[in-house]
């Protein structure tokens, strides 16, 4: 493969409103603070730490419903707080970004669980309120317990998911880019016009699952449609993703599979008529770093003292359907098809993992590969990681928080710097403009273009 091109790491702080994101149990440790999230200071004091460190944006988790696959109930979730209790994401953004002015924030919501009219509202005003520093990550939903909370017999088949979130997205896609046209905003108190009512177009869809019709409510953002994150990388998935995604969330536990998944990624973004670097992939990374090895090291042994890795099989198994509390340490596990997380089932099936194994991964609570050492050592890692893996960035979880972050905004950062890998400070403008350098709003080779209102395209918005 041709080598691509050099350019800084993307790296988002992944993180959930809740005490226990991935990396489970850590909640024990005596300098972890995260039974706080339900404070503002809490998170406004975390943006500022991420700000410090130049991190591209907070990636922010969710999930509805809650983990009561293994054991058949909610045991070992309720009681090492696995997701649950969890907050809504979308509440925490206003606040953090009155204290920052480059921090990016992707936000998960998922297209099952609100009509896409009164979502497209929701991020356009972000959108205004960051000035362009919102990013949407697009999920389909893998719970049975959501899918029943939300007063449905079971969870919708896996590639039929997609197939609805197809049609969500154009929908999205008429209304943000499509009601409004560029001008039709026009602020003229002389002439008493707040905006030109010939340039504010009703949309309309019929599609196999929105029958939609009406303006959208919100004038023009600074980026008009957010940037889109997405994370399927089953056979259905990595096609939406191809169609729809700029920056892909993969998460394999080494360098081969990342390389294998990029590559199939790329592929079909081709394939889909998209150049395949308008594509940043980004693979799941823990951290743990200090001035010294032997320092990294005894952090290390704390914070596998303070891991639940039971906790974070109970995770695993709602990402799989699997029940692993039924299984013996080395029992054959038939993983099989499932309607959840296929990516995960199909490299789960190929490592023939058992029970032991998995436990065995979930040391720290959580299943990332982890790039232990000095700052040297880690960004060694971490510069090994976008070369054989072939991808653009990282999502790095917190283990103990926020002292994961701090030490990589501290530590790493500089010598990541020093290097080329890191940029120096925030580029100017939108999230977007500042991941690809080509402005604010989508490329002329995204799907969206077709639905853009505008004198060169009339009836875009039908």
Sequence with gaps: MADRPRRPMIVNAFNMNCVGHINHGQWTHPRDTSVNYKRLDYWTDLAKVLERGLFDALFIADILGVYDVYGAGIGVTARESVQLPVNDPMMLVSAMASVTKGLGFGITVNVNTEPPYSFARRISTLDHLTEG??????????????????????????????????????????????????????????????????????????????????????????????????????????????????????????????????RAIRKAVAEAGRDPQDVRILNGLAVITDTSRSAAEDKLAEYRAAASPEAGLAHYSASLNIDFARYGLDDPIPFGQTDAIQSAAKLAESRGWTKRQLLDQL???????????????????????????????????????????????????????????????????????????????????????????GPHLKGAAE
Aim: charged content about 25%; hydrophobic content about 40%; proline content about 5%.
């Design 133 to 262: 520093r919102i990013g949407w990550n697009i999920v389909t939903g893998y719970l049975d317990s959501a899918a029943r909370a939300l007063g449905r017999n079971a969870l919708t088949g896996h590639d039929l998911r997609y197939d609805q979130a197809d049609d969500y997205l154009e929908v999205l896609y008429k209304l943000w880019e499509g009601s409004w046209e560029e001008d039709a905003v026009r602020a003229d108190r002389a002439a008493r016009i707040y905006a030109d009512p010939a340039k504010v177009h009703k949309i309309r869809h019929n599609g196999p699952f929105y029958q939609i019709e009406g303006y959208h409510l919100s004038e023009p953002s600074a980026q008009r449609t957010p940037v889109l994150f997405q994370a399927g990388t089953s056979g259905r998935g990595q096609r939406f993703a191809a169609r729809h995604a700029e920056c892909v969330f993969i998460s394999v536990p080494d360098k081969a599979a990342a390389r294998a998944a990029s």
């Design 363 to 453: 040391a720290l609570g959580g299943r990332y590969p982890l790039a232990l050492g000095t700052p040297a050592e880690v960004a060694d890692e971490m510069e090994s990681w976008l070369h054989e893996g072939e991808i653009d960035g990282f999502n790095l979880s917190r283990i103990v928080t926020p002292e994961s972050y701090v030490d990589f905004a501290d530590l790493v950062v500089p010598e990541l710097q020093t290097r080329g890998l890191y940029k120096t400070g925030y580029g100017e403008g939108s999230l977007r403009h500042r991941i690809f350098g080509q402005g604010h709003r989508l490329p002329e080779t995204h799907i969206a273009h077709a639905f853009r209102i």
